[in-house]
């Protein structure tokens, strides 16, 4: 028996105390920040096999819904609620008890719940949007904003693995419309923020009439279930923001272009949306597949530390270097792999390109080489003409996976990609399924721990989120 309970919490700001005082280069006062002291290697000792048992499974989760394509507003959005057990849960917001559309319980294993369009963001402002759902059971939660032509996915971290500091990667910036976004809600209040910006290229921007330049430092406090967005005309990425007790941060673009190299063929601007991972449980290694039938895929690396790290496309290896704050892009065909290799923990997102021939774009946080586990299950959302599901996997497990309790030799002679890839003396299998809509649940049975990815594509839109899982804590630089 599952029962939703909907609570509207009472109101933790006045009206009067919404605009918050932020300027550039201020400080906090009066409370302490969460600091660490790191080593040289923040992951110096660390195991290098595959491990990763708690997947994005948790009892709390903190969802925003960043601002989508003005066309989206009369739109619903939709959060998946999936486990393996009974559970209930409790949905709670001081946003409206009008909140939710329509419940769905199509089987005991998930809830779809559609909240109203108006809970997406606006920009610079505080409020009380962030949604708070608990559970009595461990669920993944999976969240849509599913626009017939401007649609993402994002898989929800559990607060549990939410944290204090993050770096932000963001698309660049199409044109001077099409720019990119970055959100933050608070579970808790009083929570004060840093965010230390960082634009490229350098063009000030103007909040509540403060300018804020590349280098800047904005100040905000977020109480219970708060939220505040930020656009801008440029890379965002490189961003950190710093808080007093752990938030959630999002990424992405309200409706972006990303086209192929120097193409002029990129489609229709379609919403980019992740859920960005704390900068403690990142990774240092990662497997980045190809997007599947695209004219190729946007990879972005963004380094909260200096480091020095490499990757590879085939036979070509590059070393690159990188100071906090420091990231680049590559781009890469729908038939190449990049292996990427770094000293110190990096965060890896993608951007699928679009075009009038490929469908839309959409934006992944790649899992990190030790960021993999041994089950997933997710949503395959059912109202995309193709939906597809990326593994990579030891190539000596491939066949101990099951889908839907269907041994993985069944589908391997559809297979729509596959490939090999060496890394650190071990052979992976990168490979790519077509797939229905609906409960997926994927598992190896030899515990080996596996990457999963899933996206869909239809008309002038598209969507993709990864079965996130995160590491144990690294530390965390202070990025005073």
């Known amino acids: 028996m599952t029962v939703l309970y ?228 440029v890379d965002l990425s490189g961003t950190f923001i710093d808080s007093t007790s752990p938030v959630a941060v999002f990424s992405g673009s309200f409706c972006h272009k990303v086209p192929f190299e120097n193409s002029t063929d990129f489609g229709y601007c379609s919403k980019l949306d992740e859920q960005l991972p704390p900068i403690d449980r990142l990774d240092k290694m990662y497997i980045v597949p190809p997007s599947f039938k695209k004219m190729g895929t946007v990879l972005k690396i963004v380094s909260p530390f200096q480091t020095r790290l490499t990757y590879k496309i085939g036979n070509k290896q590059t070393e690159k270097i990188l100071q906090p704050r420091g990231f680049f892009e590559i781009t890469f065909s729908d038939k190449d792999i990049v292996v990427i290799d770094s000293e110190k923990a990096v965060l890896v997102t993608t951007f699928a390109t679009g075009s009038n021939d490929t469908d839309g774009p959409y934006m992944i946080t790649v ?39 269907t041994k993985i030799i069944h589908y391997l002679n559809d297979r729509k990609f596959y490939t090999t890839v060496p890394f650190r003396k071990m052979n992976f299998v990168v490979l790519v399924l077509q797939v229905n809509g609906g409960l997926l649940r994927v598992e190896s049975t030899d515990t080996a721990a596996f990457g999963l990815i899933v996206y869909g594509h239809r008309k002038h839109d598209g969507h993709g989120f990864a079965g996130k899982a995160v590491l144990p804590d690294v530390c965390v630089p202070s990025h005073q």
């Open 6 to 233: 909907l609570q509207e919490r009472n109101k933790s700001r006045d009206e009067n105390d919404n605009a918050i005082k932020i300027g550039p280069n201020a400080e906090t006062h009066g409370q302490n920040q969460k600091t660490a002291v790191c080593p040289n290697d923040p992951i110096k000792g660390m195991n290098y096999t595959t491990a990763g048992k708690t997947g994005i499974q948790g009892r709390q989760f903190l969802i925003c819904f960043t601002d989508n394509h003005e066309e989206a507003v009369n739109q619903p959005k939709t959060i998946y609620i999936l486990s393996d057990e009974d559970f209930e849960l409790k949905l709670i917001s001081k946003f409206s008890t009008q909140l939710i559309k329509d419940v769905v319980t199509p089987t005991r294993n998930l809830i779809e719940i559609n909240v109203i369009s108006a809970v997406a963001l606006s920009d610079f402002k505080i409020e009380e949007k962030a949604l708070l759902i608990e559970t009595t059971k461990d669920v993944s939660v999976i969240i849509i904003d599913n626009f017939i032509t401007s649609s993402d996915s994002t898989g929800i971290l559990p607060i549990k693995s939410t944290s204090n500091s993050y770096v932000i990667s963001t698309p660049r910036a199409f044109n001077k419309t099409l720019g990119p976004q970055f959100a933050i809600a608070s579970p808790r209040n009083g929570t004060i923020i840093k965010i230390h910006f960082h634009f490229d290229p350098d063009l000030p921007t103007t909040i509540d009439g403060i300018t804020y330049q590349n280098g800047s430092i904005m100040l905000l406090v977020l109480n219970e279930l708060e939220t505040y967005e930020i656009y801008h005309i």
């Open 367 to 405: 899992p990190g080489f030790r960021q993999y586990t041994d089950k997933y299950l997710v949503m395959v959302p059912e109202n995309f003409k193709e939906n597809y599901v990326t593994i990579i996997i030891e190539e000596k497990s491939l066949y101990n996976l099951i889908l839907n309790e």
